[in-house]
């Protein structure tokens, strides 16, 4: 087995305690530079403390590293942190809004409420021609655009195969709609090159159309 490919060394803690060896530096140097105690790092390195988004970007920047690297290496995917034993992070809405909370960059509560408002929006442009024409035209170009990246994605194929079922009932194409819309037209509420957060408010957009399907009994 190679050591790229042993576990160990995919490790959050394996991968900062080998840079900081390689650019000769303690862990007292680097809480000096990033602006944290050396503790916390300690407890990071040691799998003792699991980091946060705002801890990776300083250790990025001051161990100049890509940012993508050290999310990988602490089990954080496109969703989050990793949680093999229990549900996806996706999964839930209060997860998403906890890794928004976990930013420091923007309410959860008001971003929410702030996208409820956009969705509001989108579900009367749905039933205009000219909206039903862009969800059915201009969804897969979006879709490529992105690359297909997104857990959230194949929520969107099927909420877009749903919508062009011509026997889904009118008001629930218009709630699916909604949600499509919110993608194809990129409200950007949370900007998209605020990696890795930036595909959240799509996400939140698409568990706020399913919630709102389940409560109608029509998901």
Same mark, same amino acid.
């Given at each position: 087995?190679? %050591?790229?490919?042993?576990?160990?060394?995919? #490790?959050?803690?394996?991968?900062? =305690?080998?840079?900081?060896?390689?650019?000769?530096? &303690?862990?007292?140097?680097?809480?000096?530079?990033?602006?944290?105690?050396?503790?916390?790092?300690?407890?990071?390195?040691?799998? =003792?403390?699991?980091?946060?988004?705002?801890?990776?970007?300083?250790?990025?920047?001051?161990?100049?590293?890509?940012? $993508? &690297? +050290? +999310? /990988? %290496?602490?089990?954080?995917?496109?969703?989050?942190?990793?949680?093999?034993? *229990?549900?996806?992070?996706?999964?839930?809405?209060?997860?998403? #809004?906890?890794?928004?909370? /976990?930013?420091?960059?923007?309410?959860?509560?008001?971003?929410?409420?702030?996208?409820?408002?956009?969705?509001?929006?989108?579900?009367?442009? %749905?039933?205009?021609?000219?909206?039903? #024409?862009?969800?059915?035209?201009?969804?897969? %170009?979006?879709? &490529?655009?992105?690359? *297909?990246?997104?857990?959230? @994605?194949?929520?969107? =194929? /099927?909420?877009?195969? #749903?919508?062009?079922?011509? =026997?889904?009932?009118?008001?629930?194409?218009?709630?699916?709609?909604?949600?499509?819309?919110?993608?194809?037209? &990129? !409200?950007? @509420?949370?900007? $998209?090159?605020?990696?890795?957060?930036?595909?959240? $408010? $799509? !996400?939140?957009?698409?568990?706020?159309?399913?919630?709102?399907?389940?409560?109608?009994?029509?998901?």
């Amino acid at each position: 087995m190679d %050591a790229q490919d042993r576990p160990e060394e995919r #490790r959050i803690g394996f991968l900062i =305690k080998q840079l900081l060896d390689e650019q000769s530096l &303690s862990m007292r140097r680097l809480g000096h530079l990033c602006g944290m105690d050396a503790a916390t790092i300690s407890r990071i390195v040691n799998g =003792k403390q699991q980091p946060k988004l705002y801890h990776l970007r300083q250790f990025a920047e001051h161990l100049r590293v890509p940012l $993508d &690297s +050290l +999310l /990988e %290496a602490a089990g954080y995917g496109a969703a989050g942190p990793k949680n093999d034993g *229990g549900p996806k992070v996706l999964d839930s809405l209060d997860a998403i #809004r906890g890794m928004l909370d /976990e930013t420091q960059l923007f309410d959860p509560e008001a971003t929410t409420a702030r996208i409820e408002q956009e969705l509001r929006k989108y579900e009367q442009y %749905a039933q205009t021609e000219e909206g039903h #024409r862009m969800i059915c035209f201009d969804f897969d %170009a979006k879709v &490529s655009q992105v690359n *297909g990246i997104g857990p959230f @994605i194949e929520h969107l =194929k /099927e909420m877009h195969v #749903r919508y062009c079922d011509e =026997k889904t009932p009118g008001h629930v194409r218009a709630v699916l709609g909604s949600g499509l819309l919110y993608f194809i037209l &990129s !409200a950007d @509420i949370i900007p $998209d090159y605020l990696f890795p957060i930036g595909y959240l $408010d $799509d !996400a939140i957009a698409v568990h706020l159309v399913l919630d709102r399907l389940n409560e109608k009994g029509s998901a």
